[in-house]
């Protein structure tokens, strides 16, 4: 549809060049001063309207992106229950927190990869909730995911062991009902 605006919109402007080419104004009598001030009042309305024009298009053409990237990511998307564990790390601090694996019942996942779709903002859930509530600044939070309650436990017990083996690292466990993520929409963007 909006191709065929653009079209109409393209013959149009021809329509009316050649028009004007076939129909051009006798200015031989007039003088030379005028003739070059009227000229130059028309080529800075000319600049105007394309300018003005390209504007509208480039609008025009950003909703239909905007438009067409928000239905690919709906395409692309499953939607299906997910279990998510956070781990809010900093470098200056020896203390690590990690969740307990919070399942979130609507979280999106891409179908090719079969990745957390958004799962920064799920990060930031995390992070949030580490400076508002606890007070803990410039921690670097991540999270891990799984569509399956048992590989979550599993990587979370593989998580634990992980950290637990170094002396130098305490963890911090968030239960359920401190925090827990919540789910995020699309019809929120």
Avoid: H, W
């Amino acid at each position: 549809m909006c191709k065929f605006r653009y079209l109409i919109l393209i013959f149009l402007c021809v329509s009316a060049l050649s028009g004007f080419a076939q129909n051009p104004v006798d200015t031989s009598d007039m003088p030379q001063s005028s003739q070059v001030g009227k000229a130059g009042k028309a080529d800075k309305k000319d600049k105007k309207a394309k300018k003005n024009k390209k504007k509208d298009r480039k609008d025009k053409d950003s909703v239909d992106t905007n438009m067409n990237v928000v239905q690919e990511q709906v395409r692309n998307v499953v939607m299906k229950p997910a279990y998510i564990i956070g781990v809010g790390a900093a470098f200056g601090d020896s203390l690590v927190y990690i969740t307990e694996v919070n399942k979130v019942d609507r979280a999106y996942f891409t179908k090719k990869t079969k990745f957390l779709d958004r799962r920064m903002e799920y990060s930031y859930q995390f992070k949030n909730f580490l400076e508002q509530t606890l007070g803990l600044e410039n921690r670097t939070c991540s999270v891990i995911f799984s569509d399956k309650l048992k590989k979550a436990l599993k990587m979370r017990r593989k998580l634990l062991a992980r950290y637990l083996k170094s002396e130098d690292v305490a963890v911090q466990s968030v239960n359920q009902d401190t925090f827990s993520f919540k789910q995020l929409d699309y019809a929120s963007e």
